[in-house]
């Protein structure tokens, strides 16, 4: 099972001024549509190129539309690269904007 953290928490975390790295790993169309503030983009399709990108010094959480791409992202970077910081947003950007921030638009 890989490591999840729920819209919630990571608000919680977020409001508490915990130093998280927020990682959207959605396509930059998507990106341009709506974000979680702070967050950086770079594609699933680019993660295996620029993975060293990737904070290892900080809790990184890793953000797309409903969870499975920044999931298959983390276990990429945890098992091929050996990454322990890194938490997948369950329910991605769309949990984030129906249970945590509704001026972030649904798609």
Known sequence: MLPEITPEDLHAR???????????????????????????????????????????????VLICHHGVRSAQALSFLQHRHGLTNLLNLRGGIHAWSVRVDPSVPVY
């Open 14 to 60: 977020l409001q508490q001024g915990e130093a998280l790295h927020l990682l959207d790993v959605r396509e930059p169309m998507e990106f341009e549509y709506c974000q979680i503030t702070g967050s950086e983009l770079l594609p699933l399709g680019e993660i295996a190129r620029r993975w060293e990108e990737v904070p290892s010094d900080r809790p990184v």
